[in-house]
T-cell receptor, first 111, second 116 residues
Framework: SQQGEEDPQALSIQEGENATMNCSYK?????LQWYRQNSGRGLVHLIL?????REKHSGRLRVTLDTSKKSSSLLITASRAADTASYFC???????????FGKGTTLSVSS | EAQVTQNPRYLITVTGKKLTVTCSQN?????MSWYRQDPGLGLRQIYY???????DKGDVPEGYKVSRKEKRNFPLILESPSPNQTSLYFC???????????????FGAGSRLTVL
């Protein structure tokens, strides 16, 4: 039961460029989270944005949330090779028992 | 260090040979969950537990069992593994039993299982 869907599926950029990933979801939410996964490793929480927030920053990360469009975006500024990973948005399922993840955006940053 | 520890990290087994993937967290978290990750299908929840002795099915529970006898441990049991259970498995935990979108999940490093 997919709630969030990321776009694009894959993104290749050069070091120093900005990377933008988008997430669309289907039902009303209270919060939306973004996670990163390095190849074959566990997911790591990046940032949480609440439904009453429009934008949130954490270091080189900027997340926006548009509840009217049911969408969120993750911007990574001044990308580094170490940012190469898959990025997932996540929201709670209807039952409140699980985080539901999109299929992710795979970001490749080349030096 | 606060972490979720899974073992084994890699396992190749044969159809029908019972196996257990262990999961342990040292953060006194109430909520624990198992996910499997497959190409094109993303992460799907197998089972979850809100507290000791309280477990429930996720989206893909068939062929799996879990138990939560202690707060820190949440093993995943494959009684009779089949090739379609070849996957990358993740255990995750969260502080609160009142699971909401504000709960941040801490993931283990993953267990890659191959069933021949």
């Amino acid at each position: 039961s997919q709630q969030g869907e990321e776009d694009p599926q894959a993104l290749s950029i050069q070091e120093g460029e900005n990377a933008t990933m988008n997430c669309s979801y289907k039902t009303s939410i209270n919060n939306l989270q973004w996670y990163r996964q390095n190849s074959g490793r566990g997911l790591v929480h990046l940032i949480l944005i609440r439904s009453n927030e429009r934008e949130k920053h954490s270091g080189r990360l900027r997340v926006t949330l548009d509840t009217s469009k049911k969408s969120s975006s993750l911007l990574i500024t001044a990308s580094r090779a170490a940012d190469t990973a898959s990025y997932f948005c996540a929201t709670v399922n209807q039952a409140g028992t699980a985080l539901i993840f999109g299929k992710g955006t795979t970001l490749s940053v080349s030096s | 260090e606060a972490q979720v520890t899974q073992n084994p990290r890699y396992l190749i087994t044969v159809t029908g040979k019972k196996l257990t993937v262990t999961c342990s967290q040292n953060m006194n978290h109430e909520y624990m969950s198992w996910y499997r990750q497959d190409p094109g299908l993303g992460l799907r929840q197998i089972y979850y537990s809100m507290n000791v002795e309280v477990t429930d099915k996720g989206d893909v529970p068939e062929g799996y069992k879990v138990s939560r006898k202690e707060k820190r441990n949440f093993p995943l049991i494959l009684e009779s593994p089949s090739p379609n259970q070849t996957s990358l498995y993740f255990c995750a935990s969260s502080l609160s039993r009142q699971f909401s979108g504000a709960n941040v999940l801490t993931f283990g490093a993953g267990s890659r299982l191959t069933v021949l």
